[in-house]
């Protein structure tokens, strides 16, 4: 709609690594409709190995293969957690939610991110953790510049296997924030554009139910972008 009325007249193609529609399934489709040009937005706003990277190559791979696709232009957007609209976005979603506290000066804001394992980033330069923690910057400062300053640690979730992640870790974080006396936190999914498994599984009931069993009594989490 947005590009429509810029006068941007777009095919608009949905491509997943893991589900239905596959991105191979797309591509074909784009190939079926003699697209002559592609841009690639992931809906991953920062930058990782196991995320963005991860689907680039397979389209690098499709594309190699391929003798039409091979020869077309294609413009890949990398990260995008730093653009203004993004940052704005969050800001009004959290400012909203903090709202509905009935003592918002009392609530503590708590950042949850998608782990990666710490190999990633320190033997294979994933930017990860440094986007995240620069987009949690510029998204407290456009709260700071509307009066809205508060702790906001920042903690990873889903990690999975024996190896080390990136921590700390959001199942450990709110128990010790309630064991510390914080009686009223946020959640914000800073790694997610969507609800999914992680917002509506882990965070709303696995993380919750720890958090109030840990003495926290006030829990809220932003809603994903949708």
């Known amino acids: 709609m947005v590009l429509e009325a810029k006068n941007l007249p777009v095919n608009v193609y949905v491509g997943m690594r893991y589900w239905y529609p596959f991105t191979e399934e797309a591509v074909q489709q784009n190939k079926r409709d003699r697209i002559t040009r592609l841009v690639v937005l992931p809906l991953y706003p920062q930058l990782s190995i196991s995320t963005t990277r991860s689907s680039i190559r397979v389209l690098e791979r499709i594309f190699r293969e391929d003798a039409y696709l091979s020869r077309m232009p294609v413009s890949i957007i990398r990260s995008w957690y730093q653009r203004e609209g993004y940052i704005k976005s969050m800001a009004d979603l959290i400012q909203k939610e903090l709202e509905k506290f009935s003592n918002p000066e009392e609530v503590m804001i708590f950042f949850s991110a998608h782990g990666v394992p710490v190999s990633y980033v320190e033997n ?22 509307r009066g809205v300053g508060k702790d906001h640690p920042l903690a990873y979730q889903s990690r999975v296997g024996p190896v080390q992640w990136l921590k700390p870790y959001t199942d450990e974080v709110p128990v010790e924030l309630g064991q510390r006396g914080v009686k009223s936190l946020l959640v914000i ?27 926290i009594q006030n829990w809220r989490r932003v809603a994903a972008l949708n």
Do not use: W
């Open 124 to 145: 294979a330069s994933d930017p990860c953790k440094d986007q995240m923690e620069e987009c949690i910057y510029l998204i407290m400062q456009s709260l700071k510049n």
């Open 189 to 215: 999914p800073v790694s997610f554009v969507s609800e999914h498994i992680e917002t509506l599984e882990e965070i709303d009931m696995e993380y919750r139910e720890l958090a109030i069993e840990s003495g």
